[in-house]
């Protein structure tokens, strides 16, 4: 067999390959979307159906109308978004700070901030849960947004460093020779370089606090407070658990998360090439 020939060959299995693999992550998706689009009757269908005999609506219609799923949502919205930004912040900031400025135990600093990342939520939703109650947060957004903050920083401050590292120094004291201050040349230089790794960071905070159970669960009591997974939990306590309803709510809650990643991936992407090299 030639060598183009081959190459064809083994090319033509790895899309096949990756086809199949694709098919088989998204499938569990799929299933989920067919059963919230069919009727009560046909959820237990034997033989099970991939696609509804008769698509309706109503159980999106009834997660709205007869459960608190809309203020679950929103909640989660607000949590989501509010670490989101509060975390960036801050890691953005230590950074910088761990790249830019040298002073004695800065790689030792960098390190232990990375160990902290070792410790699972479990080890610490006790002690974590006494402090926010000392300082009278219980049963607060704002007690999930500093636990949220809490885990995902050491992670995206590393991420970070990594990408205020690769942007050259002289690019920044250029900014500086012709007269910008420091802020304004972060602004302006290092932070639109590094803009893959902030988007990246982003991803992986609005996932993990938008899917949290375990804080949320804990330091959340009031009904009208709860988040998405707290709030659709409940759902499985009723007397009869309604699958078609729970899938709508599962089909919900995903929408989000997907919209958020397709919304900055032309960022993401863009990123790589913007800022101080470009013009």
């Known amino acids: 067999m030639s060598r183009p020939r081959r190459g064809l060959s083994r090319a033509t299995a790895l899309y096949v390959g990756g086809a199949v693999l694709a098919l088989w ?44 799923f809309a203020t679950y949502f929103g909640n989660s919205l607000t949590v989501s978004f509010a670490t989101v930004v509060l975390t960036l912040g801050v890691s953005a900031v230590g950074a910088y700070g761990l790249t830019r400025f040298r002073f004695p135990g800065r790689e030792t600093i960098a390190a232990l901030i990375l ?27 704002l007690a999930l947004v500093l636990s949220y903050t809490t885990f995902c920083l050491p992670f995206c401050l590393w991420l970070l460093r990594a990408f205020f590292q690769s942007v050259p120094l002289e690019l920044e004291e250029a900014a500086l020779v012709d007269g910008a201050h420091r802020g304004r040349a972060v602004w302006h230089v290092v932070l639109p370089l590094a803009l893959p790794g902030i988007i990246a960071a982003g991803i992986f905070t609005f996932i993990l606090a938008w899917n949290d159970f375990l804080f949320a669960l804990v330091l959340i009591s009031s009904d009208e407070l709860k988040t998405l997974p707290v709030g659709v939990n ?44 470009k013009g």
């Open 25 to 68: 992550a998204a499938f569990p998706f799929f299933w989920m979307l067919s059963t919230s689009l069919k009727e009560s009757s046909e959820v237990f269908a034997s033989p099970p159906t991939l696609v509804p005999r008769h698509l309706t609506l109503g159980n999106f219609a009834r997660l709205l109308t007869e459960t608190n």
């Open 115 to 141: 160990l902290t990342y070792m410790f699972a939520p479990i080890m610490v939703i006790i002690p974590f849960y006494i402090l926010v109650k000392q300082l009278g947060l219980v049963n607060t957004h």
């Open 234 to 277: 409940d759902l499985f306590n009723a007397t009869i658990v309604d699958w078609g309803m729970i899938m709508a709510a599962g089909v919900m809650i995903t929408l989000p998360t997907v919209g958020f990643f397709a919304g900055v991936q032309r960022y993401l992407i863009r990123g790589w090439g913007s800022g101080g090299l």
